[in-house]
């Protein structure tokens, strides 16, 4: 029993190392389309990287899925061991959609029509971005650590974006009143901001996972009530 327990062990670790692989490659999209944004990164071969560091993204999430697939197949996990590879799934998830929303900006960043009167809105992104980072690293922190603490932070995080996300769009759209040549570049980043917004939201799903994980609290969609017990019946 005990060899079993330590070759189940050995692959969750495994798993562990693929997802923070994974969000290594999330984190690095994230750096880079803020820094295409701001005009900071000058290599040319930014968006081939980035084609690449995406499709390294989606094998490691099949690679992941299949591991855990086979643990559940083959070991019949139960109790502690069987929640964490039902987080493990989970969180596989949400990195894949963070690194495809984060190259979908990267993409947005290469078509956008930069103008000196959104200088100002476009240096509110970099804070954005920094929140959004700060977010994914710390839910990869606290995913592997298990550490409950520190995704409640998260929680709270969460929070900031929304404020930064809502109060850019409120810039873009008086921009839009007043500078009619500017409606596409404006709606371009408004569409970014609320694809950050969507990133650091998955990385808060990340945070419930842990959550869930050390309690058994689902925490997610608090409003909605559960179902009375007799609906389990049908």
């Given at each position: 029993?005990?060899?079993?327990?330590?070759k189940?062990?050995?692959?969750?670790?495994?798993?562990?190392?693929?997802?923070?692989?994974?969000?290594?490659?999330?984190?690095?999209?994230?750096?880079?389309?803020?820094?295409?944004?701001?005009?900071?990164?000058?290599?040319?071969?930014?968006?081939?990287?980035?084609?690449?560091?995406?499709e390294?993204?989606?094998?490691?999430?099949?690679?992941?899925?299949?591991?855990?697939?086979?643990?559940?197949?083959?070991?019949?996990?139960?109790?502690?061991?069987?929640?964490?590879?039902?987080?493990?799934?989970?969180?596989?998830?949400?990195?894949?959609?963070?690194?495809?929303?984060?190259?979908?900006?990267?993409?947005?960043?290469?078509?956008?029509?930069?103008?000196?009167?959104?200088?100002?809105?476009?240096?509110?992104?970099?804070?954005?971005?920094?929140?959004?980072?700060?977010?994914?690293?710390?839910?990869?922190?606290?995913?592997?650590?298990?550490?409950?603490?520190?995704?409640?932070?998260?929680?709270?995080?969460?929070?900031n974006?929304?404020?930064?996300?809502?109060?850019?769009?409120?810039?873009?759209?008086?921009?839009?009143?007043?500078?009619?040549?500017?409606?596409?570049?404006?709606?371009d980043?408004?569409?970014?901001?609320?694809?950050?917004?969507?990133?650091?939201?998955h990385?808060?799903?990340?945070?419930e996972?842990?959550?869930?994980?050390?309690?058994?609290?689902?925490?997610?969609h608090?409003?909605?009530?559960?179902?009375?017990?007799?609906?389990?019946?049908?």
């Open positions: 029993m005990r060899k079993i327990q330590n189940l062990d050995e692959r969750l670790n495994y798993i562990r190392s693929l997802i923070l692989d994974m969000g290594g490659f999330v984190e690095k999209t994230i750096a880079s389309a803020c820094d295409l944004l701001l005009d900071k990164n000058p290599n040319p071969n930014i968006m081939h990287e980035l084609k690449m560091r995406e390294e993204i989606n094998t490691l999430q099949l690679r992941v899925s299949r591991v855990c697939f086979k643990i559940l197949a083959r070991e019949s996990p139960v109790a502690g061991d069987l929640r964490l590879i039902l987080a493990i799934v989970n969180a596989n998830t949400d990195l894949e959609r963070m690194g495809d929303l984060a190259f979908n900006i990267a993409m947005k960043v290469e078509s956008i029509e930069k103008d000196p009167i959104l200088d100002e809105i476009i240096h509110m992104y970099e804070s954005m971005f920094a929140q959004v980072s700060k977010m994914v690293h710390s839910s990869l922190d606290a995913f592997v650590a298990e550490d409950e603490r520190l995704s409640r932070k998260i929680l709270i995080q969460d929070d974006v929304d404020q930064i996300r809502d109060k850019v769009r409120k810039g873009l759209e008086d921009i839009t009143l007043s500078h009619n040549r500017l409606i596409k570049p404006c709606i980043l408004i569409i970014m901001a609320g694809e950050l917004e969507r990133i650091a939201d990385a808060t799903n990340i945070a996972e842990v959550i869930f994980l050390k309690t058994g609290d689902d925490i997610r608090q409003d909605i009530p559960d179902q009375p017990e007799e609906e389990y019946k049908k």
